[in-house]
């Protein structure tokens, strides 16, 4: 099993930066590619960024593109997403997720870490 713990979320300004971490251990070796999701109440689940965790080969959501950087450190079995210029609408619980391989969906979840952007 993979574990994934997210932190670094908490409270900022509009125009402000945030940089969360996911800090993977466990069988990590099975990890395909890790990605970053938020969840507004209300809304549905959306997809930010993805990473290849072997290609390092990234996508982003039209929503933050320009604005969110997603990244990764293989020797420290963790992912990183830079957000800069927030904004009211990008607060949401973000979470970070991984899956084993390129044919199976997102399997492993961390437990979420709250972004609140106040105007």
């Known amino acids: 099993q993979v574990q994934l713990v997210e932190s670094g979320g908490g409270l900022v300004q509009a125009g402000g930066s945030l940089r969360l971490s996911c800090a993977a251990s466990?069988?990590?070796?099975?990890?395909?590619?890790m990605a970053w999701f938020r969840q507004a109440p209300g809304k549905e689940r959306e997809r930010v960024a993805t990473?290849?965790?072997?290609?390092?080969?990234?996508s982003y959501a039209d929503s933050i593109k320009g604005r969110f950087t997603i990244s990764r450190d293989g020797a420290k079995n963790t992912a990183y997403l830079q957000m800069n210029s927030l904004k009211p609408e990008d607060t949401a619980v973000y979470y970070c997720?991984?899956?084993?391989?390129?044919?199976?969906?997102?399997?492993?979840w961390g437990q979420g870490t709250q972004v609140t952007v106040s105007s």
């Open positions: 997720a991984a899956n084993p391989s390129s044919t199976v969906l997102y399997k492993y």
């Open positions: 466990g069988r990590t070796f099975s990890i395909y590619a």
């Open positions: 990473i290849g965790w072997s290609t390092n080969s990234t």
